[in-house]
């Protein structure tokens, strides 16, 4: 389970390296990788189980029975949990460009889940 925890922080560092280097696309999908781990995280110590998806909704939706706290951060950022699935499907599938601003909110965004998770 720790090793969800490290990852979801490895793949924040990696967002926010890339902001950095100007690799916007890059930091939307590597915020999106480390809301994925940090949700599998909190599933995985709470319960003992996470489901083997890539579905930031999904995972909300099994970590509200658990942590209620991240269903209420979920409804406050919707869409920009949205648009992350969006970047995660974009990076393997349909390459798409991201501005500067979003991806930065994006991280943002990430960076309180990873922090409220772990």
């Known amino acids: ?3 969800l925890r490290e ?3 490895m793949f924040l560092e ?3 390296d890339d902001l950095r280097a100007g ?3 890059l930091a ?3 915020a999106e990788q480390a809301c994925q781990l940090a949700l599998q995280y909190v599933l ?3 319960t003992g189980y996470y489901p083997h998806t890539h579905s930031l909704r999904r995972l909300f939706d099994e970590a509200r029975a658990v942590r ?3 269903w209420q951060l979920r409804e406050r950022y919707m869409l920009d949990f949205e648009i992350m699935e969006d970047a995660y499907l974009g990076a393997r599938y349909l390459p798409r460009r991201y501005s500067r601003e979003v991806a930065e909110r ?3 965004v990430a960076e309180e889940l990873v922090s409220l998770c772990t």
């Open 23 to 25: 690799r916007v696309d």
């Open 44 to 46: 995985a110590s709470q």
């Open 28 to 30: 939307a999908f590597h």
């Open 7 to 9: 990852r979801a922080h």
């Open 106 to 108: 994006l991280v943002k």
């Open 1 to 3: 389970m720790e090793i």
């Open 14 to 16: 990696a967002a926010r």
């Open 68 to 70: 209620p706290e991240l």
